[in-house]
């Protein structure tokens, strides 16, 4: 029998730690989404406003923010509201006509849930790089001469910030020379619907490669 004097070793709680680290990121990771969105609903809420093709437009006062869209809402600077049948208006209806937005929010919602893998965050990006060359693709199919909304696409996004949770004017300024290969290309259809599905296995893998046992 055993030496009842001898007390047993004191085990770690490993996973009660990492649980805690993990559940901390968590908090963080929504902690700044919510404060995201209560800027935009402040932004939304005290934005001058038009109404055209069933969306709401919003006036951005700050210069430093480039024009965004998310939801029904789309944000344009006073410049650019003023002319509703303009490149930055068709870009952003593009993303609000194909509902990029919910993309964006189940993204973010996994990067909230797998915060410590970064395949999470490169997964969002890649989708959201997806979002901007639909939404150039529309321009140009509409007769928008390319190497003008080419130049207004650098001059703008050089000069101004996107919202990281809205699809933005200037989104991923790394991307532009992609952007701008992308828009010089005569893709078929059959290439636009590939880039268009590609965000979903992205994700997926994303979760599986979380749920698979080491």
């Known amino acids: 029998a055993g030496d009842p004097t ?7 709680p490993w996973v009660a730690i990492a649980l805690a680290v993990y559940l901390a990121g968590v908090i963080i990771m929504l902690g700044r989404e919510i404060a995201a969105f209560i800027r935009l609903f402040r932004m939304i809420s005290s934005s001058e406003k ?4 069933g969306i709401t437009v919003c006036l951005i006062t700050d210069n430093a923010t480039a024009p965004f869209s998310w939801g029904n809402f789309i944000f344009l600077h006073y410049t650019d509201s003023q002319d509703l049948s303009g490149c930055i208006y068709l870009h952003e209806k593009s993303h609000t006509d194909k509902r990029h937005w919910i993309d964006v929010l189940l993204a973010d919602l996994l990067c909230i849930l797998i915060w410590y893998n970064p395949f999470g965050r490169m997964t969002r990006r890649l989708m959201k790089l997806n ?24 001059t703008k996004a050089m000069e101004t910030r996107a919202i990281q949770f809205t699809n933005s004017f200037a989104a991923d300024k790394r ?7 992308i828009m010089n290309r005569k893709r078929s259809s059959r290439r ?3 880039l268009a599905v590609w965000a979903m296995p992205a994700i997926f893998l994303a979760v599986y490669a979380v749920a698979s046992p080491i």
């Open 6 to 12: 001898v007390e047993p070793a004191m085990v770690f």
């Open 131 to 154: 979002h901007e060359f639909e939404a150039d693709s529309s321009v140009i199919n509409s007769g928008i001469d390319t190497y003008d909304y080419q130049r207004l696409l650098v």
């Open 175 to 181: 991307a532009f020379r992609k952007r701008v290969l």
């Open 50 to 53: 038009t109404a055209k093709d």
């Open 192 to 194: 636009t619907m590939l």
